[in-house]
Nanobody, 131 residues
Framework: QVQLVESGGGLVQTGGSLRLTCAAS????????MGWFRQAPGKERAFVAA???????????YYADSVKGRFTISKDNAKNTVYLQMNSLIPEDTAVYYC?????????????????????WGQGTQVTVSS
């Protein structure tokens, strides 16, 4: 049974930092595409970041324009874990953050940004940024 469990959310002031963790279990996720999405109250789920691995030494990272330069996605294949380091947080980052995974995503960078491409989802972790 595939399971994704997020942790690391919380309340932080504007300008602060948080690191979200997504622990995957049920199979080996080293070759999987992993993504982070977020959903604010009254809004649709939105892409944040994604990472894929070519099986060698190259990781491909994709970011929403709103988080470029502030957020960093990384992956530890040995631990079956993906991270989202969030710096310079602003109130607009307040949302429930979801981890997602898929065995294979095709079609280029735009495909990684579509929630429908991912088969597996975590339960979410709340991030609240106070002004």
């Amino acid at each position: 049974q595939v399971q994704l469990v997020e942790s690391g959310g919380g309340l932080v002031q504007t300008g602060g930092s948080l690191r979200l963790t997504c622990a995957a279990s049920g199979r080996t996720f080293s070759s999987y595409a992993m993504g982070w999405f977020r959903q604010a109250p009254g809004k649709e789920r939105a892409f944040v970041a994604a990472i894929s691995w070519d099986g060698g030494s190259v990781y491909y990272r994709y970011y929403a324009d709103s988080v470029k330069g502030r957020f960093t996605i990384s992956k530890d294949n040995a631990k079956n874990t993906v991270y989202l380091q969030m710096n310079s947080l602003i109130p607009e980052d307040t949302a429930v953050y979801y981890c997602a995974a898929d065995q294979a995503i095709y079609g280029g960078s735009s495909s990684y940004k579509r929630a429908a491409e991912y088969d597996y989802w975590g339960q979410g972790t709340q991030v609240t940024v106070s002004s």
